[in-house]
């Protein structure tokens, strides 16, 4: 794999003539909540494998495994390491000094979501009740320009993403947990009757319903940004329930690699298209048993990782930035991929310099 030392302190990299020839036009973003970087970049974790507290599974966990560092994490996986790696780039190998991290010291769900899209770690955003934020989110930002406006969709599957992205204040499509799919569309109907009569409804749908209902939204209604958050990854953690961690961590791999391929079979995304991939939080690691929880008490639960690939972004593979990266980031990258200038209410945040050419 190729690494790559580069400054993200010339800022100059990002110029206005760099921002004027941009070829992104539509943006894709998914996120896997609390999915470690350990695993993203290290495959499955021998340790927690053998572990029969947390692995009930270990002969099918096992299908994860290879002795070779860079086999085992493409097993788990394949999308990130045959496609992104070759085409993109990925930020987060702390094993190589690639370090990113949450700018928020709580390291859990609703304050990392309020960074990624907001660019700001509010410190009054340290819960996840379900209150409507206050601070300007990108997508918000976006959905003011006249290009996109109404033309922006959320699909998510924990019930907190309306309140997250204040969908009565910003007007972004938020569909978020079991809420129904109000469209005269016939597979979006389908997946209605599946979801509430899914005999698991246990208060949020599953990832694969979510996706699938993204991918369908995005068939049929042809959004410039869409967002899919998936919830699994850590639902099973917090469950200490590794084999099933793994599992859903394969299985969205698949979906991202699905939504991909369909991103380049139609003309309106066809090399158009930037996917960023990123997390809210990490989990720990330092003691092997706080793999499953995250939160300020934590130490390393605020180390996370990002990847993104498209027409703007250089094939560097994983890159060794010279300093920090942080969350806050996300939001004025978005921005900048399409063109626009995003500046957070509060404090700034620069876009990552080398996620474009």
């Known amino acids: 794999m190729k690494y790559l030392i580069l400054s993200l302190l010339i800022l100059q990299v990002f110029s206005a003539s760099a921002q004027s020839s941009h070829k992104t036009e539509n943006i894709i973003i998914v996120t896997l909540d609390g999915m470690r970087w350990q695993e993203v970049f290290g495959g499955i974790d021998s340790a927690l494998m053998m572990n029969k507290k947390y692995t009930h599974d270990s002969a099918g966990a096992a299908k994860y495994w290879s002795n070779n560092i860079l086999d085992r994490r493409k097993k788990l996986f394949p999308f990130f390491w045959n496609t992104i790696a070759a085409q993109g780039q990925l930020y987060g190998n702390r094993n190589i000094g690639s370090n990113v991290d949450n700018a928020n010291p709580y390291k859990f769900s609703y304050p990392g979501y309020n960074e990624i899209f907001t660019g700001y770690p509010d410190s009054a955003v340290n819960s996840n009740d379900k209150i409507y934020n206050k601070n300007t989110n990108v997508l918000e930002f976006i959905n003011q320009q006249k290009k996109y406006k109404g033309k922006i969709a959320a699909f998510a599957t924990w019930d907190a993403y309306p309140y997250i992205l204040n969908s009565p204040r910003s007007g972004i499509y938020v569909n978020a947990d079991y809420d129904t799919l109000n469209f005269k569309n016939n597979n979006l109907a389908l997946i209605n009757d599946i979801q509430f009569l899914d005999p698991r409804n246990t208060g949020e749908r599953l990832d694969v319903l979510t996706y699938i209902a993204g991918r369908e939204y995005l068939k049929a209604y042809k959004p410039k940004i869409l967002y899919i958050a998936f919830d699994e990854t850590d639902d099973y953690a917090h469950a200490g329930q590794y084999d099933h961690y ?74 060794k930035p010279q300093s920090t990266l942080y969350q806050k980031q996300i939001a004025p990258t978005i921005a900048a991929l399409l063109g626009l200038h995003f500046v957070p209410d509060h404090g700034t945040a620069e876009p990552i310099s080398t996620v474009f050419q």
């Open 246 to 319: 793994l599992n859903s961590a394969h299985a969205e791999d698949a979906m991202i690699a699905d939504l991909w391929n369909l991103i380049q079979s139609m003309p309106e995304y066809k090399n158009k298209t930037t996917l960023i991939v990123t997390c809210d939080h990490g989990r720990g690691d330092k003691i092997k048993d706080q793999w499953k929880d995250h939160g300020e008490r934590v130490e390393d639960a605020g180390h996370i990782w990002i990847a993104i690939l498209g027409p703007d972004t250089p094939p560097f593979g994983e890159v």
